[in-house]
């Protein structure tokens, strides 16, 4: 079965403009979670969607948002990019209450802002 | 609030001796999940095993053990046989109930490198 797919895998972008990621979840799986990932902080939660509503959200700037559409597909979004936003952002997707087997994680987009 | 230590940032290990990855936890919540992924330099996180706090037996999967100590609140993942392909990133997380679901936080991670 097809894992979480992320696209694109990389990306530079300038720092002002605005860059959507995307995330399809593994077919079935309701809930998906964005991580921004870098060197100095380490994995940082974004934020959580589940059937198309934002239901957990992690302390980051309301220039970080996201949506989630009715087949699941969630879109995250960065609004004037800064240096600082370049970070490795994964997404992740689960069954609602299936913990036991955690998170599967896409490879990840790669963001780099100049 | 829930926290994840990973005191170790880096670790070298033999091929196919054992080794041990330590972390520590800190919750209030007496329900909670505990994982173990690992990071390989493509960037994928890959599950690897999974202790929920009411388990009585430490979990296994394969090649990977969890050694659970509740009143400790450590759950160290060991490698038995390490492997070439083992040396990765490695994130402790921990998952409890907030706002309806599950949000694991993670570990600064521990960078393992096997030798041949």
């Known amino acids: 079965k097809a894992g979480v797919t992320q696209t694109p895998r990389y990306l530079i972008k300038t720092r002002g403009q605005q860059v959507t990621l995307s995330c399809s979840p593994i077919s079935g799986h309701r809930s998906v979670s964005w991580y921004q990932q870098t060197p100095g902080q380490g994995l940082q939660f974004l934020f959580e969607?589940?059937?198309?509503?934002?239901?957990n959200k992690g302390n980051f700037p309301g220039r970080f948002s996201g949506r989630q559409f009715s087949n699941s597909r969630s879109e995250m979004n960065v609004s004037t990019l800064e240096l600082g936003d370049s970070a490795l952002y994964l997404c992740?997707?689960?069954?609602?209450?299936?913990?036991?087997?955690?998170?599967?994680f896409g490879s990840g987009t790669r963001l780099t802002v100049v | 609030a829930q926290k994840i230590t990973q005191t170790q940032p880096g670790m070298f290990v033999q091929e196919k001796e054992a080794v041990t990855l330590d972390c520590t936890y800190d919750t209030s919540d007496p329900s909670y999940g505990l994982f173990w992924y690992k990071q390989p330099s493509s960037g994928e996180m890959i599950f690897l095993i999974y202790q929920g706090s009411y388990d009585q037996q430490n979990a296994t999967e394969g090649r990977y053990s969890l050694n659970f100590q509740k009143a400790r609140k450590s759950a160290n993942l060991v490698i038995s046989a390490s492997q070439l392909g083992d040396s990765a990133m490695y994130f402790c997380a921990m998952s409890s109930k907030a706002g309806g679901s599950y949000i694991p936080t993670f570990g600064r991670g521990t960078s393992l490198i096997v030798h041949p």
């Open positions: 969607y589940f059937s198309e509503t934002q239901r």
């Open positions: 992740a997707s689960s069954l609602e209450g299936q913990t036991n087997y955690g998170y599967t």
